[in-house]
């Protein structure tokens, strides 16, 4: 057997290993190239978990009818058939890894990219532990592309009719595996001040501040959007008046940022104080866009009450 030849037994393999983990550092880190994304997507969630599963359960060639070193019998399988159950096999990895990822942690993209990226390299490792059991010749390897094509074009009738509705299967459940949980998708605001200890913390806010003078506003934001976001943050002060309603904003602060999906911020501004009022509440208004010109309806909104002495 040539050396090409015995390459190609494991080579799909160890191009699978490194495909997986390209495609799972690729999603999981940050913005990158779009058809880039689509291309990581695709491998991840339809190719690569199934196409490891059908080399764990097929490990011998179609039609050889290898034994294992414990001389059991080896099931085979044709290419086309294989092509079928890598896509249906990779939906159900996906299908069950959002339902563990649902009942623990929430379903997020990073969690989700790393358990199957390992479960895929786990299975890898073990299909050829289990490939290597058989003789050299009776080991599963690629074909050429144009003996693949030609199988499928001259399956008939049910081979064919069932290759079709395992990849309308596998899709469907690709579908729903991946979409994303309602509610899951947000962006987390949060006040700080420093502590005693020089630690940031959401509580100690400053409580006095003098006329016209100005306090210092720290804001905490993290984009769990999945998508990268601009915000558009607007500190405003409102005079609390003496029969308790709130007067009119006065913008004393307005700043942009973009942030990536899992991308967090921490910035500390100052707001001037105007002399309205006894008591001022500041407040951050966010926005996931452009500010409205009138400030209504923020997408989010923190605050805080300051004495005016």
């Given at each position: 057997?040539?050396?090409?030849?015995?390459?190609?037994?494991?080579?799909?393999?160890?191009?699978?290993?490194v495909?997986?983990?390209?495609?799972g550092?690729?999603?999981?880190?940050?913005?990158?190239?779009?058809?880039?994304?689509?291309v990581?997507?695709?491998?991840?969630?339809?190719?690569?978990?199934?196409y490891a599963?059908?080399?764990l359960s097929?490990?011998?060639r179609?039609?050889?009818?290898?034994?294992?070193?414990?001389?059991?019998?080896k099931?085979?399988?044709?290419?086309?058939?294989?092509?079928?159950?890598?896509?249906?096999l990779?939906g159900?990895?996906v299908?069950?890894?959002?339902?563990?990822?649902?009942?623990?942690?929430?379903?997020?993209?990073?969690?989700?990219?790393s358990?199957?990226?390992g479960?895929?390299?786990?299975?890898?490792?073990?299909?050829?532990?289990?490939?290597?059991?058989?003789?050299?010749?009776?080991?599963?390897?690629?074909?050429?592309?144009?003996?693949?094509?030609?199988?499928?074009?001259?399956?008939?009738?049910?081979?064919a009719a069932?290759?079709?509705?395992?990849?309308?299967?596998?899709?469907?459940v690709?579908?729903?595996?991946?979409?994303?949980?309602?509610?899951?998708?947000?962006?987390?605001?949060?006040?700080?001040?420093e502590?005693e200890?020089g630690a940031?913390?959401?509580e100690g806010?400053?409580e006095?501040?003098s006329?016209?003078?100005?306090?210092?506003?720290?804001?905490e934001?993290?984009?769990?959007?999945?998508?990268?976001?601009?915000y558009?943050?607007?500190?405003?002060?409102?005079?609390?008046?003496?029969?308790?309603?709130?007067?009119?904003?006065?913008?004393?602060?307005?700043?942009?940022?973009?942030?990536?999906?899992?991308?967090?911020?921490?910035?500390?501004?100052?707001?001037?104080?105007?002399?309205?009022?006894?008591?001022?509440?500041?407040?951050?208004?966010?926005?996931?866009?452009e500010?409205?010109?009138?400030?209504a309806?923020?997408?989010?909104?923190?605050?805080?009450?300051?004495?005016?002495?």
């Amino acid at each position: 057997m040539s050396d090409r030849s015995t390459s190609r037994m494991g080579g799909d393999l160890g191009l699978l290993a490194v495909g997986t983990i390209l495609a799972g550092a690729l999603l999981a880190g940050p913005d990158i190239w779009r058809p880039l994304e689509i291309v990581a997507g695709v491998g991840l969630l339809v190719v690569f978990p199934g196409y490891a599963l059908v080399s764990l359960s097929f490990p011998a060639r179609p039609n050889s009818g290898g034994r294992s070193q414990d001389s059991s019998p080896k099931l085979t399988v044709g290419w086309p058939a294989r092509i079928g159950l890598t896509v249906l096999l990779s939906g159900l990895v996906v299908a069950v890894t959002a339902l563990v990822l649902s009942w623990t942690v929430g379903i997020r993209l990073v969690p989700a990219v790393s358990l199957i990226t390992g479960t895929s390299l786990i299975v890898t490792g073990l299909a050829l532990v289990r490939r290597r059991q058989l003789p050299p010749k009776e080991r599963v390897q690629l074909p050429p592309i144009a003996d693949t094509v030609r199988g499928i074009r001259t399956s008939k009738g049910r081979p064919a009719a069932l290759m079709l509705a395992l990849v309308v299967l596998a899709a469907t459940v690709v579908v729903v595996g991946v979409a994303p949980v309602g509610g899951e998708s947000y962006t987390e605001v949060s006040l700080l001040s420093e502590s005693e200890n020089g630690a940031l913390v959401a509580e100690g806010y400053p409580e006095t501040v003098s006329t016209g003078g100005s306090i210092p506003v720290t804001v905490e934001l993290k984009n769990h959007e999945f998508r990268t976001v601009e915000y558009d943050l607007v500190t405003v002060a409102e005079p609390i008046n003496a029969d308790g309603s709130v007067g009119d904003p006065i913008r004393v602060d307005t700043f942009e940022r973009e942030l990536a999906h899992g991308e967090e911020l921490v910035v500390e501004r100052s707001a001037s104080v105007p002399d309205r009022g006894d008591q001022v509440r500041i407040s951050v208004l966010v926005f996931e866009g452009e500010a409205t010109e009138s400030l209504a309806d923020p997408d989010h909104r923190v605050q805080f009450l300051v004495t005016v002495t």
